[in-house]
């Protein structure tokens, strides 16, 4: 089970960090990644890292202002979000997969994140 929590109302320019707390498996063993859906558009890749910590990605457009990174002692995923415009509105989904595998089978049920101007 994924439980992301973290998103709220800010505006434009200011941070924040997600969450994303996981439950039922051994965690260090699944790659998690971030999601996003926007307005108007489909769910598009944020990020993602592998159970060890490494093998980190971020999509393109969102490199230099995102950071995914974990903590295994937690069981949870974080994303760090800086410099936020009102294109980052959306909600951001939480997901997990083996480390082993190469699709996304876990999710979590999204945290709303909006950036006013």
């Known amino acids: 089970q994924l439980v992301e929590s973290g998103g709220e109302l800010v505006q434009a320019g200011a941070s924040l960090n997600l969450s994303c707390a996981a439950s039922?498996?051994?965690?260090?063993?699944?790659?998690m990644g971030w999601f996003r859906q926007t307005p108007g558009k489909e769910r598009e890749f944020v990020a993602a890292?592998?159970?060890?910590?490494?093998?980190?990605g971020i999509a393109d457009s969102m490199k230099g202002r995102f950071t995914i990174s974990r903590d295994n002692g937690k069981n949870t995923a974080f994303l760090q979000m800086n410099s936020l415009t009102p294109d980052d509105t959306g909600i951001y989904y939480c997901?997990?997969?083996?480390?082993?595998?190469?699709?996304?089978?876990?999710w979590g049920q999204g945290t709303q994140v909006t950036v006013s101007s």
């Open positions: 997901a997990a997969r083996k480390d082993s595998e190469s699709v996304f089978n876990n």
């Open positions: 890292i592998m159970g060890n910590g490494g093998g980190i």
């Open positions: 039922g498996g051994t965690f260090s063993r699944y790659t």
